[in-house]
């Protein structure tokens, strides 16, 4: 098999996704301009991307997460009306009403804080939106990759049968150089005919060796005998490559069934219809992966999205902690008390009637302590959490970069060790079927070699699949994609 080459390539920037994402709209109407035999797994990626309504759901929660960083700003003013239903007499006049008009400020950078901490709680959510769709698209690749190799199992069995079947006409033709009827093929019934024959070759086997006059009717029927045993052993031979034939047909049938709930599940991970066609890849050939394997880790610390959520998950806690000192300080208010006045008369003259305006100034006087010191503890212990949390995802994540180069190199040593023993099965069977054909080997041995053959192909197959999904693993925990040459 060729092998195709990767090369690292560097995470794509949030900024990136979200103009992308925006855009997927007029970028779809021209991917239904193009035919399906043009279209590759980076359009069905596309595709997943824009259609899919778990990864729409999750950028939706980021774009609601956003909107809490046009919340904060300063408290509602405070307007008091007051009517005396009697005037009240003051030495200005009659007072009519009372009304207050207040405005409260909390201390000076607290609206800044509260607008930090709703952006970086903003950039979590958008951290697990990017999360979202790393997932979704190493099921669709994952998924892709199935199919294909289901597809790729099912052209070596089809060749598997195409051998077994050529076989099977070699059978055909000794059974009938031994005697058999042409027209008469064997089935159950003519072995349960051919069963006294047998017998009697048995016999007469045995009677040969007290009888070595080679004119004696012992010999006779021996020679019979041998007759009809070689042709009872082609027709054996026959009925048990017929087996294996009717084994891998049930095979390819099964293929043919797994094929469909993966197909399926491919078109709904696009949010289409289940029995939409699509163009798999025209070869499922070994590759090779470029990047530096210390290189590919420090990829993953550094742009994972887990991690990033928990950093800006801290980051939003000690917002919260300066929040909370900001709210033990004291808020200050403005605002303006106006009382109407109408004259009164007083001996005969008109006393008063101006109104009244006065200024005020009021301020809260945080003494209880307790609540404030609470709601510091409190962000700092889920910081604290936030940060252990982050290192136990960055251990796993380097188990599951591990355990994928692993898989990427064990499956690079199965190749080509499955390369050349599957060279060197192939030229043994094509030697093991010549002599079968001349009668120098059983079908035992020709049946041996051919399924040592065709096991070295479907292992040599896995192994291919297994590369690809390292390939899928490694680029879901760079947040990244390894691109083929």
Known sequence: METKHSKFRLPNSPSRWLSGLRGLGAFFLVLISLSVNAQSLDDYLIIAAENNPGLKAAYTRYEATLERTRQPGLPDPELQVGFFLKPMERFMGNQQADIQLMQMFPWFGMIGTQKEEANQMALAQYQLFLEEKNQLMYLVKSTWYEITKIREEIGIQQENLKILTQLETLALIKYQAAGGSPTSLPTPATVQKSSPSLSAGSAGMNSMAGNTSPTSPAMNSSMGGSSMASTGSAMSEILRLRVEIKELQNTLTQL??????????????????????????????????????????????????????????????????????????????????????????????????????????????????????????????????????????????????????????????????????????????????????????????????????????????????????????????????????
């Open 256 to 485: 043919e069934a797994d094929l469909e709930p993966q197909q399926i599940k491919f078109n709904q991970l696009l949010n289409r219809g289940i029995r939409e066609e699509f163009q798999l890849p025209k070869e499922f050939a070994p590759i090779a992966l470029e990047a530096q394997k210390l290189a590919v880790l420090d990829s993953i610390r550094s742009s994972h999205p887990m991690l990033a959520m928990y950093d800006h998950e801290m980051a939003a806690y000690d917002q919260q902690a300066r929040m909370a000192r900001l709210d033990g300080r004291p808020m200050l208010g403005a605002g303006v008390n106006y009382m109407p006045f109408t004259a009164r008369a007083e001996n005969g003259m008109m006393m008063g009637g101006e109104d009244m305006v006065m200024p005020m100034v009021t301020m809260t006087l945080p003494i209880y302590r307790k609540k404030v010191n609470a709601r510091i503890k409190e962000a700092e212990l889920m910081k604290e959490s936030a940060a252990l949390e982050r290192q136990k995802t960055e251990n796993l994540l380097a188990m599951d970069w591990a355990n994928a180069y692993r898989q990427w190199e064990d499956a690079e040593r199965k190749l080509q060790l499955y390369a050349e023993q599957t060279e060197l099965t192939q030229q043994n069977l094509e030697l093991m079927s010549t002599a079968y054909t001349a009668n120098q080997a059983s079908l035992s041995d020709v049946l041996a070699v051919h399924h040592q053959f065709h096991d070295y192909q479907l292992k040599q197959l896995y192994a291919v699949y297994s590369q690809y999904l390292s390939l899928a693993q490694l680029e879901m925990l760079t947040s990244s994609s390894f691109s083929l040459d």
